[in-house]
Structure formats: structure tokens, C-alpha cells
């Protein structure tokens, strides 16, 4: 707590390993559990699903463990709560998303992450609202991730960090979660910078590359993921056709009434995924 913002991560010479060591201590000691087994990255539409996994045993503002940043919007102060599991798994669930749009550096991006890893956790579970490619998706759909490009121009990766990104999103997780829904899609995620979304002409391009879905959160969560060494499961809710896909101008607000719309039906899809985990 050195600098202006109070965010040790915010200082440079602080080792980013260090202040996850520390959250996870403040997580072990507000939860009252030594090592969580899941972490589960909450984003648009999937708030629900904390409720439906098991009991919640410990919740609070993340702005209590070290290095998560201030709510980027007034009035949204990211929750993080410990839920145990019917088979007696300790779940942290995250419901504080730093993004990369919010400039505030790499580092506090992918913290959450860290810490989750330092709290022992061997599976990264990661979801988001975003934007579909593919014309079948309607507004609503959640679908698998089955690989990325990171179009940030960025990594949390700092120095010659040469990680291997072959089944990043595990083919294994994937398959376990089609044996809970079969009819489950999978796509290819884009990582644009945001905040804006994209143009006509950049959603061509991200088809035209190989990409299916496009959104502004997780390629950079997942690379700090797999450098800790976790096995990954992404999930995106398609909460509108990307730009140029759909005639319609994006709206925020469209996106957050497919966000409600959904949220029962893949809460309840992403809980009996993680109660097979
Ligand atoms: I929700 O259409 C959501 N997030 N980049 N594009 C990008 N991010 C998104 C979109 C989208 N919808």
C-alpha cells in the first residue's frame, strides 16, 4: 500500500506472484478454507450460477483481499465468495473482473487468477458475455471455448516466458461438459482491446482468421491460467451477433436484457458442470 491508488500491484517493482501469495492468505483467512480446489471467473450473464453450485460459506468485497482493484463502475463492487460443492469441493467463486479495456495494466487483470492459483486451485473455470459469429447463435446461446487469439497485442507473460498454448481450453473439460449438455457448440474466442466494440469490417476480419466469438476478457485470464499451470474450462454466453452479423446497431443494454434472459437456463448448466468437475 505504497503508492497513490493503494494497489500494491500498481507499484512495478512488486513481484505480481508475491501480492497473489498475499490475496490467497487473505482469502485462506476470510473464508476460513486452507486451499480451494475450483476457481470459477463469473462474467455477464452467469452471476446466477454462485447459488446453484452448492453452499455459500464466505462472501465478500474483493476490495478486502490484496491487489483487486476498485470497482471500475460506481456501484458494482465485485463479490467473492467460497461455496462448497454437494461432493464437498471448495469453489472460489469470482465475481470481480478487472478488464484490460480499464487501462490499468495486465498485472491486475489477471490477479484474480494468480490468487486463485495461490489458493490452490488446479481448474480455472472462465466465463463471459459476448458476441457470436456464427449466425446460428442467437442471442442467448452459451457455448464453448475451444481455443483463442489474442488480439490485445499483449500477455501477462513478463520476460523470455516461453509457455506452450496447445489445448489450452481442455479438450477433457469439454467433453465433460458435453456429457452434461450435448448440444453444446464450441467456437474460437477473439480478445479485442475494447472498450468499443467492433466494427462490421473488424468481425470480418476475426472470421476471416478463424474466430467465432469475439469478446474483451478472457485470452489474457486464460495464458496466466495455463503459466500457472491450471486446466482450463471457457464458457461464452452469445448475448448479441457480433457487429455486422446482426443488422441492428449493439446496444449495452441489449446485451444485458440477453444476460438476464439466459441466466436460469445456463446457470443451472454451468452448476451441473461444475458438480461433475
Ligand atoms: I457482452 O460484440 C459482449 N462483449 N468485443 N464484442 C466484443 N465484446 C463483447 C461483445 C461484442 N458483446
Same mark, same amino acid.
Given at each position: ?21 498475499? #490475496? ?24 446466477? #450460477? ?8 464466505? #462472501? ?47 498485472? =491486475?487483470?489477471?490477479?484474480?487468477? =494468480? ?155 454451468? #452448476? ?6
Amino acid at each position: 500500500m505504497s503508492d497513490t491508488t493503494g494497489n500494491p500491484l500498481d507499484d512495478p517493482t512488486a513481484d505480481p506472484f508475491e501480492v497473489a501469495a498475499a #490475496a490467497a492468505a487473505d482469502i485462506a483467512r476470510l473464508t476460513g478454507v486452507d486451499r480451494h480446489d475450483i476457481a470459477l471467473t463469473l462474467g455477464s450473464g452467469w452471476g446466477k #450460477a454462485a447459488e446453484l453450485i452448492g453452499e455459500t460459506t464466505a #462472501a465478500f468485497p474483493a476490495t478486502e483481499v490484496t491487489g483487486f482493484s476498485r470497482p471500475a463502475l460506481e456501484g458494482h463492487v465485485g463479490t467473492l465468495r467460497s461455496v462448497r460443492t454437494p461432493k464437498g469441493r471448495h469453489v472460489l467463486v469470482i465475481g470481480a473482473r478487472t478488464h484490460y479495456y480499464e487501462g490499468h495494466g495486465v498485472r =491486475r487483470v489477471v490477479h484474480s487468477v =494468480r490468487t486463485a492459483a495461490a489458493a490452490g486451485t488446479r481448474t480455472m473455470v472462465l466465463t463471459n458475455g459476448a458476441g457470436g459469429i456464427k449466425p446460428t447463435w442467437k442471442p442467448g446461446t452459451p457455448v464453448l471455448i475451444s481455443d483463442h487469439i489474442n488480439l490485445t497485442g499483449d500477455s501477462p507473460l513478463e520476460g523470455a516466458t516461453f509457455i506452450d498454448l496447445t489445448d489450452l481450453y481442455s479438450m477433457r473439460l469439454r467433453d465433460l461438459a458435453r456429457t452434461i449438455d450435448p448440444a453444446l457448440d464450441e467456437g474460437v474466442y477473439c480478445q479485442f482491446r475494447g472498450p468499443q466494440y467492433e466494427t462490421p469490417a473488424e468481425v470480418r476480419m476475426a472470421k476471416t482468421i478463424g474466430g467465432h466469438i469475439v469478446g474483451m476478457s478472457t485470452a489474457l485470464e486464460a495464458i496466466a491460467a495455463r503459466q500457472a499451470g491450471m486446466e482450463i474450462l471457457g464458457f461464452s454466453l452469445i448475448t448479441n451477433m457480433a457487429a455486422g452479423i446482426q443488422t441492428t446497431p449493439l446496444s449495452h443494454q441489449e446485451v444485458i436484457d440477453a444476460g438476464r434472459e439466459a441466466e436460469p437456463v445456463i446457470s443451472s448448466l454451468l #452448476a451441473r458442470v461444475i458438480g461433475a468437475l
